[in-house]
Nanobody
Framework: QVQLVESGGGLVQSGGSLRLSCAASGREFSEFNLYAMGWFRQAPRKEREFVAAINGRGDSTYYADSVKGRFTISRDNANNTVYLQMNSLEPEDTAAYYC?????????????????WGQGTRVTVSS
């Protein structure tokens, strides 16, 4: 059974930091390095949007313009885990954050290219 489990969300003040984690399990992820991983977010009353993606080897990353320079995506293939370090958080970053896995070797930014999704973790940034 494929499973992606996010953790690390919470309430933080503007300017603060959080580190999200996403643990992947299941037979499909026995070769975790074959999967590109992405983070998406969905704020209340808004559509889900791309945040960041990383390729299978972890040597290529992509970011939404809104988080570039503040967020960092990384992965630990030995432990089937992907991270999102979020610094200088702003109230506009408040959203549910979702981890997703793609069978593509590259790091796509379109949600339809990710067949596997976690349940999400909520991030709230207070002003």
């Amino acid at each position: 059974q494929v499973q992606l489990v996010e953790s690390g969300g919470g309430l933080v003040q503007s300017g603060g930091s959080l580190r999200l984690s996403c643990a992947a399990s299941g037979r499909e992820f026995s070769e975790f390095n074959l999967y590109a991983m992405g983070w998406f977010r969905q704020a209340p009353r808004k559509e889900r949007e791309f945040v960041a993606a990383i390729n299978g080897r972890g040597d290529s990353t992509y970011y939404a313009d809104s988080v570039k320079g503040r967020f960092t995506i990384s992965r630990d293939n030995a432990n089937n885990t992907v991270y999102l370090q979020m610094n200088s958080l702003e109230p506009e970053d408040t959203a549910a954050y979702y981890c997703a896995a793609s069978g593509l070797r590259t790091a796509p930014r379109w949600s339809y290219e990710y067949p596997y999704w976690g349940q999400g973790t909520r991030v709230t940034v207070s002003s």
